[in-house]
């Protein structure tokens, strides 16, 4: 995972960006998903899916981390069990990743964009939990991976819409309406979506 990101002067095109399924794309791992980029090269593409519930709570991941204890809800008066815990692709799902905002920085914390960063270590999962982590931030079970030239591919078989992200739609618990949200970041519907490519 950590070979795709890369130092912020070599960004990818599609970093930071949203990527929209198109209708066409029946794959059960991203049928009607949203995606977070988060890094993007010649050695491939990485990001997370923002709009699928993982069937675990936040309280369930301090639990399995040994980390609950009666200093992490009640002392500092945040709500643990609404913190998002997402289903953030089919690659690596027994592992954990947190975008967030650039508030905080960890040893390992990556920068995505200039207000976005991602951190992989249980150092954010431990303050977090302490009410000592960042402002915004979503956590992700897994990721979504690409091989060189293989998202390329994709997009231009019509498989996704790429467009700029929108920081209200990455951490926004909500999950169940970020497809149509997304999609009106282009101005457009699901409705008015085609399953085939336009050719002129």
């Not at 019509?158 to 739609?169: A, H, I, R, V, Y």
Request: net charge negative.
């Amino acid at each position: 995972m950590v070979s795709y990101l890369r130092d912020e002067k070599e960004r990818g095109f599609l970093d930071g960006q949203f990527l929209i399924a198109m209708p066409g794309l029946q794959d059960g791992n991203f049928a009607r998903s949203v995606i977070y980029i988060c890094a993007h090269s010649p050695a491939g593409a990485m990001g997370f899916i923002i709009n699928r519930h993982q069937p675990v709570s936040f309280l369930d991941v301090l639990d399995h981390l040994d980390m609950l204890d009666d200093d992490n809800e009640a002392s500092k008066g945040i709500d643990l069990r609404g913190f998002p815990v997402l289903m953030g692709g089919p690659v690596e799902t027994g592992r954990g990743f947190v975008l967030h905002s650039d508030d905080y920085s960890g040893e390992s914390s990556i920068p995505v964009t200039d207000d976005v960063c991602l951190t992989a270590t249980l150092d954010i999962i431990r303050a977090i939990s302490q009410g000592k982590g960042p402002r915004r931030a979503t956590m992700m079970l897994g990721y979504a991976g690409w091989g060189p030239g293989q998202l390329e591919v994709e997009i231009a078989n019509n498989g996704w819409l790429n467009c700029p992200s929108c920081q209200d739609l990455i951490y926004d618990p909500n999950v169940d309406t970020k497809y149509e949200r997304a999609l009106a970041l282009l101005g457009i519907t699901p409705e008015a979506l085609s399953t085939e490519a336009g050719h002129a």
